[in-house]
């Protein structure tokens, strides 16, 4: 049972690449989530998925897409990526009440 | 905007017990309270969460108000390793999860 997974780990880009970070879950969950963690703060949401098929803004979408094309997985792209996004990215799922959260993946835009 | 006020951080000497105290005078009457934690850059785990009665469970207990404005984790007995932010949240079931700043807790040795 690895719970939740997100790929890459680390990842660097140049401005106005673009890149999907990856996230999927094995615990059934409904509700899956994309955090933003910047450095000496708190989590910001990107972006939210209440079930499969749906998706719904966060505190924080601008520059963002996300995919909820199953139940296991949740996706977000970045289509042009810029240096404010530089970032650790945390994506979660949940069921009910209590909510697991991958790992991270540390992205940096030069 | 997140509905919890917290304290920037807090001291508990190792072994004390560790009070954190949340502020959420807003809350719904379908809204839970749950209590996160984030230990260094790792992805936040869960701790304990609580509709109006007061829970415990191996971690913590969470103590709440009778008028729901307010709530307390308690760390029974503080050990280095819950040296961490905690984040008070308050949110529905299956809704939304937004953070605050939560509360930089250090344990003294």
């Known amino acids: 049972n690895a719970g939740v997974t997100q790929t890459p780990k680390f990842q660097v880009l140049k401005t106005g690449q673009s890149m999907t970070l990856q996230c999927a879950q094995d615990m059934n969950h409904n509700s899956m989530y994309w955090y933003r963690q910047d450095p000496g703060m708190g989590l910001r949401l990107i972006y939210y998925s209440a079930s499969e098929g749906t998706t719904d803004k966060g505190e924080v979408p601008n520059g963002y897409n996300v995919s909820r094309l199953n139940k296991r997985e949740f996706s977000l792209r970045l289509e042009s990526a810029a240096p404010s996004q530089t970032s650790v990215y945390f994506c979660?799922?949940?069921?009910?009440?209590?909510?697991?959260f991958g790992q991270g993946t540390r992205l940096t835009v030069v | 905007d997140a509905k919890t006020t917290q304290p920037p951080s807090m001291d508990c000497a190792e072994g004390r017990a560790a009070n954190l105290p949340c502020n959420h005078s807003?809350?719904?009457?379908?809204?839970?309270v749950y209590w996160y934690r984030q230990i260094h850059s790792q992805g936040p785990q869960y701790i304990i969460h609580g509709l109006k009665n007061n829970e415990t469970n191996e971690m913590a207990s969470l103590i709440i108000t009778e008028d729901r404005k307010s709530s307390t984790l308690i760390l029974p007995h503080a050990t280095l390793r819950d040296t961490a932010v905690y984040y008070c949240i308050v949110c529905p079931r299956d809704d939304k999860i937004i953070f605050g700043k939560g509360t930089r807790l250090h344990i003294l040795p």
């Open positions: 807003t809350i719904s009457g379908n809204e839970y």
């Open positions: 979660a799922s949940r069921w009910g009440t209590e909510a697991f």
